[in-house]
C-alpha cells in the first residue's frame, strides 16, 4: 500500500513538472516579437563628447597616496581631537581644598537640671527632664540608649555618644521657680 501511494505522489511531481518546464521554455509568440524589434530600432545612443577613456584622471588616481587621518577606520569611536598648534597660556583656576568636616556631637534631647550625690558612697546621679519624663542617671550609665554619662561636675555635664564615640558637654540649666500661687 505504501509503494503504491509513493508511485501516486512520484506520477503527481511529474505532471506539474511537465507543466513548469511547458509553461517556461514554450517558444515565444511571433507577434510577442515586434515589440522587441520595434523597441531596438527607436532606440537611440546617448550623445557623448569623447567617447575615449579619461587616462589623466585615472593616472592622477593610481599617483593617489592613501594617508590616514589618525582614525581607525573599522572602529565607531572617534579618535582623541589633535593638540591645539600654538596653545596659549591659560592661568590655572585656583581650586579651592575641601574643608574637612569636623564631626560634632548630637546634643542631648533632653535638660540637665540637676544633680545629686548617693549617701555612703562617691557616684554622683544625674537628673534629666525632657518635659513630663524624668530620668536619673548615675555616672557611667547610659541615657536614652544613644548617650554614656562620663562626668557629673558642678556646673555642666561630660557625655559620649555611644554610636558615633563623639563627646560632648551639657551646661546645668537652672529651673526658675515657679509662679506663686497668690
Known amino acids: 500500500m505504501k509503494q503504491k501511494k509513493q508511485v501516486a505522489a512520484l506520477a503527481v511531481l511529474l505532471v506539474i513538472l511537465g507543466l513548469v518546464w511547458f509553461f517556461y521554455f514554450q517558444q515565444p509568440d511571433p507577434s510577442d516579437s515586434t515589440d522587441v524589434a520595434s523597441a531596438a530600432q527607436n532606440h537611440q545612443l546617448l550623445s557623448v563628447d569623447n567617447p575615449q577613456l579619461h587616462n589623466d584622471g585615472v593616472e592622477r588616481a593610481r599617483r593617489t ?8 577606520i573599522f572602529s565607531r569611536e572617534l579618535p582623541p581631537p589633535p593638540p591645539p598648534k600654538n596653545p596659549k597660556p591659560v592661568d590655572p583656576i585656583p581650586i579651592p581644598k575641601p574643608q574637612p568636616v569636623v564631626p560634632t556631637v548630637s546634643p542631648l534631647p533632653v535638660k540637665f537640671y540637676g ?10 546621679e544625674a537628673f534629666f527632664t525632657d518635659g513630663e519624663d524624668i ?9 536614652l540608649n544613644r548617650f554614656r554619662i562620663l562626668k557629673i561636675g558642678n556646673v555642666n555635664l561630660e557625655y559620649e555618644e555611644i554610636s558615633s564615640g563623639l563627646r560632648g558637654t551639657a551646661p546645668l540649666e537652672e529651673q526658675g521657680a515657679p509662679p506663686s500661687a497668690q
Request: charged share 20%.
Open 65 to 72: 597616496e592613501y594617508k590616514s587621518g589618525g582614525r581607525n
Open 115 to 124: 544633680y545629686g550625690i548617693v549617701p555612703n558612697g562617691t557616684i554622683r
Open 135 to 143: 530620668y536619673v542617671v548615675p555616672e557611667g550609665q547610659v541615657l
